[in-house]
């Protein structure tokens, strides 16, 4: 099975801050990485897939860049809105896996 | 609009059985393959299952290969996954996802965009 490995597992950031997470594969995956984010109580919601396209209606402060076993999941300006749990997920092969999960917090 | 309404989820006993549903609107549900994407209480996301459009390929996780078999009526637009000899450890929010296009010979890159809202599972005595 192929390991997702996010980093870190919890931020701490302020409004205004640039946030990058970044997710790690324990195998070469190509782009076949998708990013999710998840508030408290509710189902995930894709942001991000095949590594760097911007799904339909999410904000343009979020970008995703890699390939192979290195992503990053970039925001550039957060908004009190983007305060949750953001995971990573290979669709390369299956089993799909999904990274451990970061919590992003409000300094 | 895309929508993603799960059913059946409730207490069972160790070693009981529980049928989930997925009722699908706002797409060609034939089209799309299927996913189950489970969620232990306080923990992160763990695909368990998924089904081609035409429903002629699974695959499944480790954690819940022979025990868990997922289906789908595409008549009745609706997925399943029947759960047996469940565990403990099953006990979750049970999400289902739609999943990649696929076409008559082959399923095309994989995301899961949206999910439903999930039902709850919990398997205690």
């Known amino acids: 099975d192929i390991q997702m490995t996010q980093s870190p597992s919890s931020l701490s950031a302020s409004v205004g801050d640039r946030v990058t997470i970044t997710c790690r594969a324990s195998?070469?995956?190509?782009?076949?990485l998708n990013w999710y984010q998840q508030k408290p109580g509710k189902a995930p919601k894709l942001l991000i897939y095949?590594?760097?396209s911007l799904q339909s209606g999410v904000p343009s402060r979020f970008s995703g860049s890699g390939s192979g076993t290195d992503f990053t999941l970039t925001i550039s300006s957060l908004q009190p809105e983007d305060f949750a749990t953001y995971y990573c997920?290979?669709?390369?092969?299956?089993?799909?896996?999904f990274g451990q999960g970061t919590m992003l917090e409000i300094k | 609009e895309v929508q993603l309404v799960e059913s059946g989820g409730g207490l069972v006993q160790p070693g009981g059985s529980l049928r989930l549903s997925c009722a699908a609107s706002?797409?060609?549900?034939?089209?799309?393959?299927m996913s189950w994407v489970r969620q232990a209480p306080g923990k992160g996301l763990e695909w368990v299952s998924d089904?081609?459009?035409?429903?002629?390929?699974?695959h499944y996780a480790d954690s819940v290969k022979g025990r868990f078999t997922i289906s789908r009526d595409n008549s009745k637009n609706t997925l399943y996954l029947q759960m047996k000899s469940l565990r403990p450890e099953d006990t979750a929010v049970y999400y289902c996802?739609?999943?990649?296009?696929?076409?008559?010979?082959?399923?095309?890159?994989?995301?899961?965009?949206?999910w439903g809202q999930g039902t709850l599972v919990t398997v205690s005595s």
């Open positions: 195998q070469s995956i190509s782009t076949y």
């Open positions: 706002g797409f060609t549900f034939s089209s799309y393959a």
């Open positions: 996802a739609k999943d990649s296009y696929c076409s008559s010979s082959s399923c095309y890159d994989s995301w899961f965009d949206p």
């Open positions: 095949v590594a760097s």
């Open positions: 997920q290979q669709s390369y092969s299956t089993p799909y896996t």
């Open positions: 089904i081609s459009g035409s429903g002629g390929s699974t």
